[in-house]
């Protein structure tokens, strides 16, 4: 079973604030890790992807990576309201590129 | 990134009826995924599209409901057969290249009465 865990939400942050989103998942082998953002009524959107240990930066987005723990976090800084959105973690293992994702946090930044 | 597109954008459909659904993508892919969201909830994997062979179907999802074709490397087609309102759901097609990255479709909303 490869489960994927999020909180669900909903997180709710004043804008300008950071936004922090995290991931567990059970299963060792998994390999790569991804964020997606789905607004109401939209597909997901790949926003970070990380594959090693440590941060990984892209605009107000930082992805956390730890493979010990079985961890992988979303940091959103300079949260805007229109970041207000689903994120979906999601992991795979190296073969198949089988996703798995986790069940969403609904994510409100307050004007 | 790939530039994906999926017919029909919505539906309603009866009881007992079947749907196709399409996905065409914009350049050659590697691998081709259809899932479904139901109302609030996450992604479940129904399959992965096999260029050239039968689909590799998930736990929970067999070929006879959820039939799949794959002609070839831009396209697919799900089709959702002997429809009930359970299988109301948006189904969504991705695709994904060597780098594992995976990209969606806007999806097929499907409401069946």
């Known amino acids: 079973q490869k489960e994927v865990e999020q909180n669900s939400g909903p997180l709710s942050v004043p804008e300008g604030a950071i936004a922090s989103l995290n991931c567990t998942y059970s299963?060792?082998?998994?390999?790569?890790f991804f964020w997606y953002r789905q607004y109401s009524g939209k597909s997901p959107e790949l926003i970070m992807s990380i594959y090693s240990n440590g941060d990984k930066e892209d605009g107000r987005f930082t992805a956390q990576l730890n493979k010990a723990s079985q961890y992988v976090s979303l940091l959103i800084r300079d949260s805007q309201p229109s970041d207000s959105a689903t994120y979906l973690c999601a992991v795979s293992l190296r073969s198949g590129n089988q996703f798995y994702f986790g069940t969403g946090t609904s994510l409100t930044v307050i004007p | 990134s790939a530039v994906i597109s999926q017919k029909p954008s919505r539906d309603i459909c009866q009881r007992g009826t079947s749907l196709t659904i399409q996905c065409q993508v914009d350049?050659?892919?590697?691998?081709m995924f259809w899932y479904r969201q139901q109302p609030g909830q996450s992604l479940t994997l129904i399959a992965t599209a096999n260029q050239g062979s039968e689909a590799t179907y998930e736990s929970g999802f067999v070929i006879d409901k959820f039939p799949i074709s794959r002609p070839n490397l831009t396209f697919s087609t799900l089709t959702v057969s002997n429809m009930s309102p359970e299988d109301s759901s948006i189904y969504l097609c991705?695709?994904?290249?060597?780098?594992?990255?995976?990209?969606f479709g806007p999806g097929t909303r499907l409401t069946v009465t």
């Open positions: 991705s695709v994904g290249r060597d780098s594992q990255e995976q990209y």
């Open positions: 350049s050659q892919v590697t691998m």
């Open positions: 299963d060792r082998g998994s390999q790569s």
